[in-house]
């Protein structure tokens, strides 16, 4: 079966200090995958995602950006954060079930940037 | 642009009733459609997916699809309050592996 990682589960960071959050998929190969924010009392926004090692799609400019090291590893970085970046940040990964492409989240990382 | 739109609730129903969640969508080319369940605090779990007309069953869960109305809806059979949490709809277009999500129904269900 398959699972996905997140980590760190929450951060706490300083306005200005840099960011790493790391995704990762086992029990499968070449897998999609997407990088999400969600703030609080609002909807999904799709930050970034990827189809192979080293294509990153970004679909909304901002100081974060995101990296592809491995099939199943997908990174999520900033130089420096705002306030603004505060949010729950989820990664996710899709793969063909049957007829359509199906999405499937990780656990998740809460961000507060102070 | 592709829009998706819910009712953002809360719909409150009592235990043991039926909750029913809507979903429209405005692209015609849609071809899939899905339902998650986020509670509080955590990250979205798949519940199922549609793509044909009509309706689909899982367990006390069934997604009605109309492409013509180009509407979607999940009814939940039994409500227990453990059903209490946000339902996201999310929509993929035919080609695409980007869905739009909704931006989610509260539900809560009462003892």
């Known amino acids: 079966s398959q699972t996905i990682h997140q980590w760190p589960a929450t951060l706490v960071q300083p306005v200005g200090s840099p960011l790493s959050l790391e995704c990762t998929v086992e029990?499968?190969?070449?897998?999609?995958l997407y990088w999400y924010r969600q703030a609080a009392g609002r909807g999904l926004q799709l930050l970034f995602y990827?189809?192979?090692?080293?294509?990153i799609s970004s679909e909304v400019p901002q100081n974060l950006s995101a990296s592809r090291p491995q099939d199943r590893q997908f990174i999520l970085s900033s130089k420096k954060l705002l306030l603004s970046d505060s949010g729950f940040y989820l990664c996710?990964?899709?793969?063909?079930?049957?007829?359509?492409?199906?999405?499937?989240f990780g656990p998740g990382t809460r961000l507060t940037v102070l | 642009q592709k829009e998706v739109e819910q009712n953002s609730g809360p719909l409150s129903v009592p235990e043991g009733a039926i909750a029913s969640l809507n979903c429209t969508y405005s692209?015609?080319?849609?071809?899939?459609f899905f339902w998650y369940r986020q509670y509080s605090g955590k990250s979205p779990e798949l519940i199922m997916f549609?793509?044909?007309?009509g309706d689909k069953e899982d367990g006390r869960f069934t997604a009605q699809l109309n492409k013509a109305s180009q509407y979607v809806s999940l009814l939940i059979r039994d409500s227990q309050p453990s059903d209490s949490a946000t339902y996201l709809c999310?929509?993929?277009?035919?080609?695409?592996?980007?869905?739009?999500f909704g931006r989610g129904t509260s539900l809560i269900v009462h003892p």
């Open positions: 999310a929509v993929l277009s035919g080609g695409s592996y980007i869905p739009t």
């Open positions: 996710a990964w899709s793969r063909i079930a049957g007829r359509t492409d199906t999405q499937y």
């Open positions: 549609i793509y044909s007309n």
């Open positions: 029990g499968t190969s070449n897998p999609n």
């Open positions: 692209d015609r080319g849609s071809q899939s």
């Open positions: 990827s189809v192979g090692i080293g294509q």
